[in-house]
C-alpha cells in the first residue's frame, strides 16, 4: 500500500479526499472518520488515482489545484475508473467557469474553500437531489464587471498573490490593479 494513503473505518460508506493541504486534509479525513465514512486521503492526483484504481471510493471530494494535476483532471479519470462515484470539487480558487466546467465534467456539485464536512455532505445531498439532465435553464452570463473581477483574481492567484507580477501579466499598472482589488466583487 502506497504510504501516501491512510485508511480508516471499515464497513462503511467510502471517501477519497484528494487535498494537498495537510491540516486541511487530516481535518476533513478525522470529521469524516466521525461521521462514520470508510475514509482515504490523498495528497496528489497521483496517490488518488492509485488509490481509486485499488479500490474505487463511493464518493470523493477533490481540491482543484493539486500540485501534480489539475482536480478536473482527477474528476474525468475517477469517473472513468467508476461512473457512479460522487465526486464534490473543492477549491479556494472559485469562479464561474470552473464550477460549470467541473459541472459539465461530471461533478455532483462545486464547492468553495473555507468549507468544513457539513458544507460537503451537504453538497453531496443536493447534488442527489437535483436531476443530473434537467430542463435547460437559461443561463445569464457575468457582467463585464463581474467577468473582469473574476478573471484578475485568477491571475493573481496564479502568481501567488504577487501585485506587480500580476499587473505585469495582465497589462495594467501596479496601482490600477491595487484599485481594482480593493473594490468588492460586482454582484453580477
Given at each position: 500500500?502506497?504510504d501516501?494513503i491512510?485508511?480508516t ?9 484528494v487535498?494537498?493541504d ?12 466521525d461521521?462514520g ?20 471510493p ?5 481540491d482543484?489545484?493539486?500540485?501534480d494535476?489539475d ?5 474525468e479519470?475517477?469517473?472513468a475508473?467508476?461512473a457512479?462515484?460522487r ?5 479556494g ?20 474553500k ?15 437531489s437535483?436531476?443530473?439532465?434537467a430542463?435547460?435553464r437559461?443561463y445569464e ?10 478573471h ?37
Amino acid at each position: 500500500m502506497n504510504d501516501e494513503i491512510r485508511e480508516t473505518v471499515e464497513d462503511a460508506p467510502s471517501i477519497l479526499i484528494v487535498e494537498d493541504d495537510d491540516a486541511l486534509r487530516t481535518r476533513l479525513e478525522r470529521a469524516f472518520a466521525d461521521r462514520g465514512f470508510h475514509t482515504r486521503a490523498a495528497p496528489s492526483g497521483a496517490a488518488a488515482m492509485a488509490a481509486a484504481e485499488a479500490d474505487s471510493p463511493e464518493l470523493a471530494v477533490v481540491d482543484l489545484r493539486l500540485p501534480d494535476v489539475d482536480g478536473l483532471e482527477v474528476l474525468e479519470r475517477l469517473l472513468a475508473i467508476d461512473a457512479t462515484t460522487r465526486v464534490v470539487i473543492l477549491t479556494g480558487y472559485g469562479s464561474i467557469a470552473t464550477a460549470i466546467e467541473a459541472i459539465r465534467l461530471g461533478a455532483t456539485y462545486y464547492v468553495p474553500k473555507p468549507a468544513g464536512v457539513d458544507d460537503i455532505l451537504a453538497a453531496f445531498e443536493r447534488g442527489e437531489s437535483e436531476p443530473r439532465l434537467a430542463a435547460p435553464r437559461v443561463y445569464e452570463a457575468p457582467s463585464l464587471a463581474r467577468a473582469e473581477w473574476e478573471h484578475i483574481n485568477r491571475v493573481l492567484a496564479d502568481c501567488g498573490g504577487n501585485i506587480s507580477r500580476t499587473a505585469r501579466q495582465l497589462g495594467l499598472h501596479r496601482r490600477t490593479l491595487q484599485r481594482k482589488l480593493n473594490t468588492y466583487p460586482p454582484s453580477k
